[in-house]
Every structure is written in structure tokens, then in C-alpha cells.
Nanobody, 125 residues
Framework: QLQVVESGGGLVQPGGSLRLSCEVS????????IGWFRQAPGKEREAVSC????????FYETFVKGRFTISSDHARNTVDLQMNNRKHEDTAVYYC??????????????????WGQGTQVTVSS
């Protein structure tokens, strides 16, 4: 069964960096679409970035372009999100959902069947 577990969250100062990791079990990272979404208090869940193995596409939401980088680590079977130049508005719970339906668009939350518990990221001085 496909499962995902997020890790790496914590407190970071504005301008700082943090690396989140999404451990995938049950399937290879090449067999699923993986996304990073986030939800801030009082706000709706929004897409941050995602990988689509079928066509090799990588998606970044506009507000993280140039600051965040998504990558897959086949040795660890993880999909990581390197976050640089953090801003206060990046504070949120970050989730990495997955789906075996790789034909789906990876930027839509309805494309995913499996969600983890999330990891809290707080940007504060």
C-alpha cells in the first residue's frame, strides 16, 4: 500500500533555508505523482510544487519559483523540497500527497489519494 511520511519541518528565520523530505513506501517514486502542498491557518490548502513521472514535468507555484526546488532521491525513495529565502508567508503545514494515477495533473489536490500527516514549518525571527 502506498504511504507517505513528511519530515524536516521546524522553525527558520526569514531568509533562511529548510529541506523537507517525503518518504514514500509501497512504491517507487518513479511510479507515483508526488506533490508538495501547504495550508496556513485560516487559509485553503494550496499547491507548492510537484513531480509527474510520466512526462517528467516539474511544477512550481508562482510564489515559490526561484526559491524552492523539488527533487527525487531514488536511493532513499524520497521526494525532497529544498526551500531557500524563506518568508513569513511560507509558514504553514506542508503535506506531500501521492497517487498511482500518474496521468493526473500533479498540481491539483484532487489528483491525490494518499496524504500524510504533514510537517509544520514556521518562519519567524
Amino acid at each position: 500500500q502506498l504511504q507517505v511520511v513528511e519530515s524536516g519541518g521546524g522553525l527558520v528565520q526569514p531568509g533562511g533555508s529548510l529541506r523537507l523530505s517525503c518518504e514514500v513506501s509501497g512504491f517507487s517514486v518513479d511510479e507515483v505523482i508526488i506533490g508538495w502542498f501547504r495550508q496556513a491557518p485560516g487559509k485553503e490548502r494550496e499547491a507548492v510544487s510537484c513531480l509527474s513521472p510520466d512526462d517528467g514535468q516539474i511544477f512550481y507555484e508562482t510564489f515559490v519559483k526561484g526559491r524552492f526546488t523539488i527533487s527525487s532521491d531514488h536511493a532513499r525513495n524520497t521526494v525532497d523540497l529544498q526551500m531557500n529565502n524563506r518568508k513569513h508567508e511560507d509558514t504553514a503545514v506542508y503535506y506531500c500527497p501521492a497517487s498511482r494515477s500518474t496521468y493526473r495533473h500533479c498540481a491539483y489536490h484532487v489528483s491525490y489519494d494518499y496524504w500524510g500527516q504533514g510537517t509544520q514549518v514556521t518562519v519567524s525571527s
